[in-house]
């Protein structure tokens, strides 16, 4: 294991997120106790030091399992984050008092603001609220170290934010090759480092997805490494970004710590090559998942019905991907979905990619019933 220094701290660059911990099978929001203990143990004794959890994961049960079985490890050997939902409660000092409870612990070493994004930035930046204001008086008090937030906003969303407030020490930014462009976390990525911001990573593996592919994209990268694992392609994209710092890794099992643990023996970034082959691979994957608009919005100021074709499409496209469109916070907003498409066909003449808006508008109203 390979670590970064973070202010006075010297942080795993391989760390475990808690949302995937082993629950039991008549109920999915209560932990394991036994089989996530184990998870734990072999992943703090074996130098992962990062411990990621939140409010609302395993409907809190998350929370308290780590409050349980971390009482096991040195509390100055390990790093615990956890986030604040504005949804779960708006009250953030009622929240925070609880979440302290229930991890039997009386500071953290990281918190952020979760899933800041188009619904919830009223909340996060309104004033009468002062968020910023209560979490820096915890860092005064030494009940919280490091101030962070994690987002699943566009980027102009994002840039607000910012702009807004500047002072976080650390972003948590879903960051892997696919999402690179299908979601536009390039251009995340470069928003958050503009602002000398760090990075942690989660779905590094897009929910596991980039760990089996599809038979055309896994035959490409199993050709030019037959000895790497396709979750090792991934790993080692994001150990290209300069800027990011801990990836975190919903595992679930110690058969996966020891598989992710040999790709983070050291820094292994792909080489111009190999990422070129990836680049081959990612094409294939999405090829036959979706659809290749580019965003120029010459279909638009056709469009009799007011749609957002491109916004639309990027839903479409994230949920023949994962089969989820929760994490594109704008759909939730827009007045008219891909149902008031009027089939006329207007936007045809007008895209450069000669996409057949119209099915795509008729097929992505079918799954969004």
């Known amino acids: 294991m390979y ?18 911990l082993p629950a039991r099978p008549e109920d999915p929001n209560c932990i394991d106790r036994e089989k996530a203990q184990k998870v734990i143990d072999y992943a703090l004794g074996h130098g992962i030091n990062f411990v ?14 780590l409050g349980e079985s971390l009482k096991k490890h040195n509390r100055s050997s390990y790093y615990l ?14 929240l925070f008092e609880e979440q302290l409870r229930r991890l039997q612990t009386d500071y953290l070493d990281f918190y952020l603001l979760h899933g800041m994004d188009e619904n919830s930035f009223d909340a996060f930046t309104d004033e009468s609220r002062d968020y910023i204001g ?3 008086e915890q860092k005064r008090l030494g009940r919280i170290r490091y101030l ?18 500047d ?13 690179w462009k299908l979601l536009n976390a390039k251009r995340q990525y470069e928003i958050v480092t503009a602002h000398n911001i760090p990075i942690w990573v989660m779905e590094p593996m897009k929910g596991g997805i980039l760990s089996s592919l599809n038979p055309k994209a896994a035959k490409i990268l199993k050709d030019a490494a037959p000895n790497r694992s396709l979750a090792s392609w991934g790993f080692r994209f994001l150990m290209g970004l300069p800027n990011v710092r801990t990836i975190l890794s919903g595992m679930s099992s110690i058969a996966q710590i020891k598989d992710n643990l040999t790709i983070f023996d050291k820094p292994d970034p792909l080489s111009i090559q190999e990422t070129k082959i990836l680049e081959k691979a990612a094409d294939a994957f999405l090829e036959d998942r979706s659809v290749p608009c580019t965003g120029c919005r010459y279909c638009c100021s056709v469009c009799p019905a007011g749609l957002d074709i491109p916004l639309l499409i990027k839903g479409y496209n994230e949920h023949r991907v994962s089969g989820e469109t929760w994490r594109i916070a704008e759909l939730s907003r827009i007045k008219h979905g891909p149902e008031s ?10 895209c450069p990619q000669k996409i057949e808006i119209p099915h795509i508008m008729k097929q992505f109203a079918a799954v969004r019933k």
């Open 3 to 20: 670590y970064y220094p973070f202010h006075d701290l010297s942080v795993s660059a391989l760390g475990i997120g808690s949302l995937r």
């Open 52 to 65: 990621d959890t939140a409010y609302t994961y395993h409907d809190g049960d998350s929370e308290r399992f």
């Open 81 to 94: 984050s956890s986030k604040y939902y504005v949804s779960a409660n708006p009250d953030i000092r009622a």
């Open 134 to 136: 209560f979490l820096q």
């Open 148 to 165: 962070g937030f994690s987002s699943h906003a566009a980027p102009e969303t994002l840039s607000r934010f910012l702009e807004w407030y």
């Open 167 to 179: 002072g976080f020490d650390m972003a948590l930014l879903q960051l892997n090759y696919i999402d």
């Open 341 to 350: 498409c009027l089939q006329c066909g207007l936007c045809l003449k007008h």
